[in-house]
């Protein structure tokens, strides 16, 4: 499977001596809109929860939430039985593949309200 996904935590590391490579674990969305045929618009969110076994960990540091991340790897279901014996899923991708596509936008990036100023109010 292929998938943009925007994440949703920061990503996590697991690790323990006797593995040979580390676990990075992160969960991210990925929406489709449409216009039904009313004309009404429609929106889609489905999460993945994503299992990356790495080498090395050092991108998890830029795996934050908001990122968009490029993910390629093996779709699976993950399915469990809740306490009132309804059954609950996850899409899970065990990951082989990740591209940072966009980095998330720190508190001082994110754009503050302008101001507006009148005609005689300009400074030059």
Same mark, same amino acid.
């Given at each position: ?14 690790? +323990? ?9 992160? @969960? ?9 045929? +009313? %004309? ?32 390629? %790897? ?11 014996? @309804? ?11 990740? +591209? ?20 005689? +109010?300009?400074?030059?």
């Amino acid at each position: 499977m292929t998938a943009i996904l925007t994440l949703g935590r920061d990503a996590e590391v697991k690790e +323990d001596p006797s593995w040979k490579s580390s676990l990075i674990t992160f @969960s991210g969305a990925s929406s489709e809109r449409w216009k039904d045929k +009313d %004309g009404v618009k429609q929106e889609k969110t489905t999460w993945v929860k994503c299992d990356w076994w790495a080498k090395s960990t050092l991108i998890a540091k830029f795996l934050t939430k908001g990122c968009k991340v490029y993910v390629e %790897g093996t779709p699976d279901v993950s399915v469990w039985q809740n306490k009132d014996e @309804s059954l609950g899923s996850n899409l899970v991708c065990k990951v082989f593949k990740v +591209d940072i596509v966009a980095f998330a936008k720190s508190e001082e990036e994110k754009p503050i309200n302008a101001i507006p100023i009148q005609g005689d +109010d300009l400074p030059y």
